[in-house]
């Protein structure tokens, strides 16, 4: 009998072929559909793990209160530190940017690229970053909040500014108590990193005042005024732009940016605030890549916190950022952590039932 090799090979190949095919179909249908199944019920699983994430501070009635958020902590007397992050999409995910009690985010190119400045004071993240440069507009917000400032370097209105001491200030350019580190595995110049722990290691060494001056917010017990969800959308430029995504069964805030979830690298987890403040701050270009944003005075600004949307005004007064609603009265923040993000006048926060 005539044996015809070359058919029986590919006989041979096309039932390996279907082998192959059908271990690929059972493990995409056995743990494929997992994964699926994780990423639609992140919210869920999110959720689940709530009270780890945003009110994992023990509320215990011995401990100082943390002025920012209204929760009580060990740290809560101590200053806090304002830390320069990146907003950069080969950035993300940062590291520490869930474990603020505030963040405060506004352009550095006007119509352009944001940046934050992350506010830390009760968690102690192991590891913050990616760290960016300081910009003048960022040294008078965190002069708000008594708070010691973090950065690498900086444009010559922020240097300047911090050559008169205006500010107790942490610059990894010198590198005091070797405060900063690069990683070598990320790109420059978003590979910069520190730690609270550090931080506050140096600022003992160089004599900073250690306790807040900050006279602190007004806060309200968390209670969901509506069942309706919803996003609000905060019109930065891709891939800046902003989405919060109100959740109602956890009366928070979730947060996007360009199209995908604002992930904290250290948790893994996204970033779920309890109060979001949108203030409107006129922003212009004053050379090359710097710009100047009006954050000194006073201006309109809207309030989300349980649900609710109020209406009102922003004003600095003696430092402070006060936040008052359309009678005149201080707006009371949700006990938990605040995210504040500044917009021109002319720009347009929408509203999307969900």
């Known amino acids: 009998m005539k044996i015809n090799l070359k058919k029986d090979n590919k006989l041979k190949l096309t039932v390996i072929f279907l082998v ?5 179909v059972f493990y995409f249908f056995i743990f494929g559909n997992k994964i699926i199944i994780e990423n639609k019920d992140s919210d869920l699983s999110l959720n689940n793990n709530f009270s780890e994430l945003n009110n994992k501070i023990p509320e215990d009635e011995s401990l100082p209160e943390n002025k920012i958020t209204g929760q009580r902590c060990e740290n809560g007397e101590k200053r806090p530190f304002a830390v320069m992050l990146a907003a950069d999409k ?4 940062l590291s520490g940017v869930s474990q603020a ?7 550095v190119i006007t119509d352009g690229i944001t940046r934050y400045m992350a506010i830390f004071q009760c968690e102690e993240p192991k590891e913050i970053g990616s760290i960016r440069s300081a910009r003048h507009d960022f040294i008078t917000v965190a002069q708000g909040f008594d708070a010691i400032y973090a950065h690498w370097g900086g444009s010559i209105f922020a240097l300047d500014k911090l050559k008169e001491g205006v500010i107790d200030n942490i610059d990894a350019l010198k590198n005091p108590n070797n405060t900063f580190y ?8 978003h590979n910069g990193f520190t730690s609270f722990g550090k931080m506050k290691s140096t600022a003992e060494k160089l004599g900073f005042r250690l306790k807040t001056k900050f006279e602190g917010y007004l806060h309200i017990k968390g209670k969901s005024a509506t069942k309706r969800d919803y996003e609000i959308n905060i019109p930065y430029p891709y891939p800046y732009n902003v989405k919060f995504r109100y959740n109602s069964s956890l009366n928070s805030y979730l947060r996007s940016i360009g199209g995908f979830k604002e992930v904290d690298k250290n948790t893994n987890r996204q970033v779920v605030v309890k109060n979001l403040v949108v203030m409107e701050a006129m922003s212009r270009q004053i050379k090359d890549q710097y710009n100047d944003v009006d954050i ?3 201006g309109k600004v809207v309030v989300y916190r349980n649900g609710e949307i109020i209406r009102g005004k922003w004003e600095r007064k003696s430092g402070k950022y006060y936040f008052f609603n359309n009678d ?17 006048p002319n720009q347009s926060v929408t509203i999307k039932n969900i």
Do not use: H, T, Y
């Open 20 to 24: 192959v095919l059908a271990v690929l």
């Open 90 to 93: 080969v950035a993300r995910p």
């Open 101 to 107: 009690d505030l963040v405060f985010e506004m352009p």
């Open 182 to 189: 690069r990683k070598s595995n990320i790109k420059a110049p």
């Open 296 to 298: 000194e005075n006073s």
């Open 328 to 344: 005149g009265n201080e707006i009371e923040f949700v006990f938990g952590k605040i995210w504040i993000s500044v917009i021109q």
